[in-house]
């Protein structure tokens, strides 16, 4: 098992960056691929990212290609989600989460993911 917790959550301004962290602990040295979703109120979960257990392979939606790029410090067992030029539609309760299913394809369902951190609060206002 592993336990991820969410943290970076912030109101930004259009246009402006913020870079999101989820600390992963429990059982680190497994090969979990970690991927990031939000969702927004009345919306479904939407995934955005992905990378795999040993961080040389990275995924992206079409919502977060070219903008967001996801990343992991091995050392420090974190997964980050740096998000640039950020839009008023990027607001929205920010999920990491784990899967043993790391390739290939890297997962990019709901349901192939199999645990999941409680979530971090993203504002986008002027």
């Known amino acids: 098992q592993v336990q991820l917790v969410e943290s970076g959550g912030a109101l930004v301004q259009p246009g402006g960056s913020l870079r999101l962290s989820c600390a992963v602990s429990g059982d680190t040295l497994s090969p979990w691929a970690l991927g990031w979703f939000r969702q927004a109120p009345g919306k479904e979960r939407e995934y955005l990212a992905s990378?795999?257990?040993?961080?040389?392979?990275?995924d992206y939606s079409d919502s977060a290609k070219g903008r967001f790029i996801v990343s992991k410090d091995t050392a420090q067992n974190t997964m980050h989600l740096q998000m640039d030029s950020m839009k008023p539609e990027d607001a929205a309760m920010y999920y990491c989460a784990a899967s043993i299913f790391s390739d290939p394809p890297l997962p990019t369902a709901i349901d192939e993911y199999d645990y999941w951190g409680q979530g971090t609060q993203v504002t986008v206002s002027p």
């Open positions: 990378i795999s257990g040993s961080g040389s392979v990275t």
